[in-house]
């Protein structure tokens, strides 16, 4: 398994703004990913954070919104830029191990949008 | 598209009982299907099936795959409190991503 830590833990902000949230993997993954769970609903992928390169963006996604970078193997960041309270969900960052395709998930991070 | 249905979405039952979860799918090109727990946040690892027919036991937890069918089923025995959370299933098909079923909320009541 991979231990996963997601900073912040939560957060409130204001409309408008934009929040950061960083994934730290304490080891090497083939893939990561960012999820967003609004409330009372089922985890919905964003993107996939690619190694080097532009992340994978799912359909309803756009980068402007979301900008992700992946600077190595074990580190990844979603921004939620110019936030609006429709924006206010767990965001869970996850991943794939080199070795296998089993997927875990980070601790998420509660943002709340006023 | 690739779906993932879920039933029943939510279930209440008493400490003790036994109950069967229960997730059916439609994906081309079939890889895994994951169970995971869900309390909090974040959800927990459960289980990874990728054969029909094999059980996968974790105390109290066992699951199975049936491809032909596409479904599995989460099974738990002895209920307690501590099992009350939501249930998620998930498929994978090969080189994409995973597909989240809507999740069956379990609340066990003492």
């Known amino acids: 398994s991979a231990v996963i830590s997601q900073k912040p833990s939560r957060d409130i902000c204001q409309r408008g703004t934009s929040l950061t949230i960083q994934c730290q993997v304490d080891s090497q993954v083939t893939m990561m990913f960012w999820y967003r769970q609004q409330p009372g609903q089922s985890l919905t992928l964003i993107a996939t954070?690619?190694?080097?390169?532009?992340?994978?963006?799912e359909s309803g996604f756009v980068i402007d919104k979301f900008p992700i970078s992946r600077p190595n193997l074990t580190f990844s960041t979603l921004t939620v830029s110019n936030m609006s309270p429709e924006d206010s969900s767990i965001y869970l960052c996850?991943?794939?191990?080199?070795?296998?395709?089993?997927?875990?998930f980070g601790p998420g991070t509660r943002l709340t949008v006023t | 598209e690739d779906k993932v249905v879920q039933s029943p979405l939510s279930l209440v039952v008493h400490e003790g009982d036994t109950v069967t979860l229960n997730c059916s799918y439609e994906v081309t090109n079939f890889r895994s299907l994951l169970w995971y727990k869900q309390e909090k946040k974040a959800p927990t690892f459960l289980f990874m099936l990728?054969?029909?027919?094999i059980e996968k036991k974790s105390g109290r937890l066992s699951s199975i795959l049936d491809k032909k069918e596409l479904f599995s089923i989460l099974n738990i025995t002895a209920t307690q409190t501590g099992d009350s959370a939501v249930y998620l299933c998930?498929?994978?098909?090969?080189?994409?991503?995973?597909?989240f079923g809507p999740g069956t909320r379990l609340s066990v009541l003492p």
């Open positions: 998930a498929v994978n098909n090969y080189g994409q991503n995973f597909v």
């Open positions: 954070a690619n190694q080097g390169s532009e992340a994978t963006y």
């Open positions: 990728t054969s029909s027919g």
């Open positions: 996850s991943v794939r191990l080199l070795e296998g395709y089993e997927q875990y």
